[in-house]
């Protein structure tokens, strides 16, 4: 169940994607570690899956966003328009604040 | 999971007999009957039995409760979010309460909903959206049922955020440069569903004439809304 508060980025916010390697029931695929996006929007505090998925349940409420990436930056020969983008939930603890792109677009 | 199958399956599993000729029948000839599809136990489904009776056993739940259940994940079915969506075209106020909370909204209208949260998705002229969940299968199945084997497939998962314009035109849907596609992951704690741009040519339609003009794959957004074929 979700509750309120706890944001730390706001929406539009530049965030890099971590990879923490971590195994298990992990909720962030793959193919966005290391990437950035920005945040789209908060959803609110939930209870860590990674930790759920164990039975260890009842713990600390952590923040989760959905983050928003141009599909160019996931997929450098992504053969459709500049405009498309993907949108997914990420976990405060897999995000870290990115510096402004070098080029505004 | 899913329980979509007969959970009838309480009987002794004896299987000494022939389960292909034991009609009672002296002759051959052939029969339109369908074939058993309940002989052998899947590995799920004798899970889910053996499962159920120790939660029974143990006083956890009751098999009154397990049916329930399973009578509610049969009511599901993609024509209850396209009721939601009529509703949205057709009432500004309910579309935004939709919009800010699908669960509440989807509740409003007495669905039974099991999803912890379910967020809808609004296309608009610009901006096309598409939902898949790479990591596993997740679905609001309360609003649309089981999702189709294709949604479930590792080439869906995989492709359509990789090339979800191509996937999208085997779809038959072909979306200009100018319109944004945009792909949501369902990868952690949301469930999503779209609400397509309401057709041109709809208006002063019922409710219930609206609904019918929104298929399963229309919530998932491989689909728009339109006449079903037949």
């Known amino acids: ?105 | 999971m899913t329980h979509d199958h007969d959970h009838d399956h309480d009987h002794d599993h004896d299987h000494d007999h022939d389960h292909h000729h034991d009609h009672g029948h002296p002759h051959a000839h052939p029969h339109p009957t369908r074939e058993d599809d309940d002989l052998e136990l899947t590995y799920g489904e004798a899970k889910f039995i053996a499962l159920r009776a120790m939660l029974i056993e143990k006083g956890v739940v009751t098999a009154d409760e397990v049916r329930r259940r399973l009578e509610i994940n049969d009511r599901a079915g993609p024509h209850q979010g396209a009721r939601m969506v009529a509703r949205a075209w057709l009432d500004p106020d309910y579309k935004a309460r939709m919009l800010g909370d699908g669960k509440k909204a989807a509740i409003e209208l007495g669905i039974q909903v099991t999803e912890a949260e379910v967020m809808a998705i609004e296309n608009t002229p610009d901006v096309h959206n598409l939902v898949v969940c790479t990591l596993c299968s997740c679905y609001p199945r309360s609003l649309l049922g089981e999702p189709p084997a294709w949604y479930v497939s590792k080439a869906y998962r995989s492709r359509a955020v990789r090339e979800p314009r191509k996937v999208l035109r085997e779809f038959g849907l072909e979306f200009p440069a100018n319109v944004e596609v945009r792909v949501h992951d369902s990868n952690a704690d949301l469930r999503y569903m779209i609400l397509p741009l309401r057709p041109a040519g709809t208006e002063g339609m019922t409710e219930e004439e609206l609904a019918a003009l929104v298929s399963r794959d229309c919530l998932v957004g491989a689909a728009l809304p339109g006449p079903m074929p037949g």
């Open chain 1, 1 to 105: 169940m979700r509750t309120e508060g706890g944001a730390v980025y706001a929406v539009g916010d530049r965030v890099r994607i971590k990879d923490l390697g971590k195994p298990g029931h992990v909720r962030t695929p793959l193919y966005v570690r290391e990437k950035t996006g920005v945040i789209d929007s908060y959803v609110g505090q939930f209870e860590n899956p990674e930790e759920r998925a164990y039975g260890r349940v009842g713990r600390e409420h952590i923040p989760l966003y959905r983050v928003r990436l141009k599909q160019r930056d996931l997929w450098p020969d992504y053969a459709g328009p500049e405009r498309d983008t993907l949108v997914l939930e990420i976990y405060d603890h897999w995000l870290e604040r990115a510096a402004p792109p070098e080029t505004q677009t």
